[in-house]
């Protein structure tokens, strides 16, 4: 089989130096295995993170081995059950033209849908993993409503592209979208987005005020830095950012400004979320009667400096900022 194999790991931008074409033999046929020819091969940004050596969601590429991804084929032998030649199977063994998979890490797809013609490349994009990228990060991970105004960075991605349209779908007030060409502007407008600017043409944040006066409810950020800067700006009272990918720092071999591990929320999951203590009045009866009981316990204890005449005050806040105080600083007047 043909196969690309990663020949060395890049510094900044990748090159062609670190990708090798190799002819490798392919190992026999096992029990539960489908010899697939593939038709078609993703190539994800993900992929960039993958050829690091850094310990990440998924495990880094090797070097001299082969890459992988997603990719679609046509079953030429099977050995599995439930599949035959000829079947369509998406799998994560691209960057080859033939390769074994294993059958449990293969799924069968039609190569039509209600009699409308399905090409395989479309399980790699709009009814694939940048498809459910795009609904799940928007529907769920963003916790979209409709009416809620949306940007979306990427917009003429694979993903970005997808969470303009089905925000207006599902309600949207109002979609934004920013891209880095007028062409991918004029598309990400014809396909349905209200607003969407070319982020080459200037500040990320004046643009994004100029195309969302009235602010925006949900940032999908598929590029982070500037954008994720000027977002957050430009969040209305209770807004949401659905972390999805921060492609802007992929290639950069010099970290942001701090937080400069804001990426790790991405594959932890994390949530980072604002608030306002007078959010919690609701919880103010139940807060005074559970401390009450706590420190009349002994359970809950506390320090307070106290800093003694109103003259002193000035001194006493002085004092605060830079460490003068344990616990609670008072000042009795
Ligand atoms: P895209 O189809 O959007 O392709 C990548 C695009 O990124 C390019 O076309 C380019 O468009 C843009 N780009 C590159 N460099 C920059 C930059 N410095 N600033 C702004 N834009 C830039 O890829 P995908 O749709 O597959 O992925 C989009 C994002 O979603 C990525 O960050 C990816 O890592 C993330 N992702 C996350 C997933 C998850 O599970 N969390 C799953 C899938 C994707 P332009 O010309 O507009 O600059």
């Not at 099977?78 to 059958?103: E, K, N, T």
């Not at 917009?155 to 062409?183: F, H, N, T, Y």
């Amino acid at each position: 089989a043909r196969i690309i194999v990663l020949a060395s790991r890049p510094e900044g931008a990748p090159t062609a130096d670190n990708f090798r074409l190799e002819e490798r033999e392919l190992p026999a046929l096992g029990d539960g295995e489908l010899l697939v020819r593939n038709v078609a091969m993703s190539v994800d940004p993900y992929m960039r993170g993958r050829m690091n050596d850094v310990k990440s969601y998924v495990p880094p590429f090797q070097i001299d081995e082969p890459l992988d991804g997603g990719a679609v084929g046509e079953v030429v032998e099977s050995q599995a059950d439930g599949f035959a030649a000829v079947d369509l199977v998406l799998h994560g063994l691209g960057w080859r033209d033939l390769a074994v998979v294993p059958a449990k890490g293969a799924r069968k797809v039609e190569r039509e849908i209600d009699g409308v013609e399905i090409s395989p490349s479309t399980y790699l994009g709009v009814l694939g993993m940048p498809g459910i990228t795009a609904y799940g990060g928007l529907l769920r991970t963003a916790e979209f409503k409709p009416g809620d105004a949306v940007f979306v960075s990427g917009a003429a991605g694979a993903v970005g592209s997808l969470v303009g349209q089905i925000a207006k779908l599902e309600g949207a007030s109002r979609v934004i979208g920013s891209a880095g060409s007028p062409e991918k502007v004029e598309r990400a407008k014809e396909s349905g987005f209200d607003a969407a600017f070319n982020y080459k043409d200037g500040d990320v944040r004046r643009q994004l005020k100029d195309a969302a006066p009235d602010g925006i409810d949900v940032y999908f950020d598929n590029v982070g830095g500037d954008h994720l800067e000027a977002a957050i700006s430009a969040m209305n009272l209770g807004g949401r950012i659905a972390l999805c990918g921060a492609i802007a720092q992929y290639n950069s071999t010099e970290p942001p400004a701090a937080p400069r591990n804001l990426a790790l929320m991405i594959g932890m999951r994390l949530t980072m979320r604002g608030f306002i203590q007078a959010d919690f009045r609701d919880l103010v009866p139940e807060f005074q009667q559970k401390m009450a009981r706590w420190i009349g316990s002994g359970e809950v204890t506390w320090d307070e400096t106290v800093v003694e005449g109103l003259e002193n005050a000035p001194q006493a806040f002085m004092d605060l900022l830079t460490g003068g105080n344990t616990g609670k600083m008072v000042v009795t007047v």
